[in-house]
């Protein structure tokens, strides 16, 4: 059974792959509008979520498939101490192919281990969130044309946030990619990803406190929000909030073709005076989300048959 954990279960010519046809759906949405008719998908989550879980229910809609499950640990049987791994066993006698979010790291893991059907990872805790990342790769490959030959800055709570670990891992398999990683020192990205994926493969990076600094030579700019729900202490949270705010100001060196993006939710981190920029990609890369989590669906149901 094919699941997606981590963003390395998929190949580069499996992601580029799910790139074209992710374009060919937008492109003619009526070829796939009933593929998956009398299949469901199963959305499990145990964190909040108003993009991922959308979207993933919008794409399976859009597919002509169908959609249930719970949006809040409370309202399953988590609350009464069911295990994910049993909860998981019951839902695969129900649905085709199930979405989870999770706030411990490694419980996809744990599920996929156990599941009848194809589990895919929307978020687990601090750790990963593969479908994001296939949203930002599809989104830079259609503003850019290219997912290779860049300089990507990555900027906010790289210790914390999981899309940042995702994408900084999936980019490290395309040539001639320099990252530029914008955090205070105590968000600074994990050493296990600095040394295992970034050292170890010899990458192009470097680390700073300086935004503005940085700007003019990024291609992406990727900004992040600081992981409340990460910390362990309210204090560290308030004074590293607003490490980053981006405003219209900061973006007078950059790029004419800069591409600003942002998983979303922002709080601070960029000024509403910002969405005004043509290069504020951020609300092109939630439609994204859409159309590559159904080239997801499509390809893992195949892959389960
Ligand atoms: C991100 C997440 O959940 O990790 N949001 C998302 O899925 N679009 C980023 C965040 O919550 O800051």
Redesign the pocket.
Known sequence: MRHLIDIMDLSTTEIDDMIRVAKDIIAEPAKYSHICSGKKLATLFF?P????RLSFEAAMYELGGNVLGFSEAQSSSAAKGESVADTIRTVGAYADIIAM?HPKEGAPVVASAKSTVPVIN??DGGHN?PT?TL?DLLTISREKGRLNNMTVGLCG?LKF???VHSLITAMSRYENVRFVLISPDELRIPEYLKYEVMVKKGLDFIETTDLEGAMPELDILYM??V?RERFFNEQDYLRLKDSYILTPDKLTNAKEDLSILH???RVNEISVAVDDDPRARYFEQVRN?KFIRMALILKLLEDAK
């Open positions: 964190e979520s108003t993009r991922t979010r929307a978020g969130h994001q949203t709570d946030g999981r899309t992040t929000r992981q998983p979303l939710p989300g």
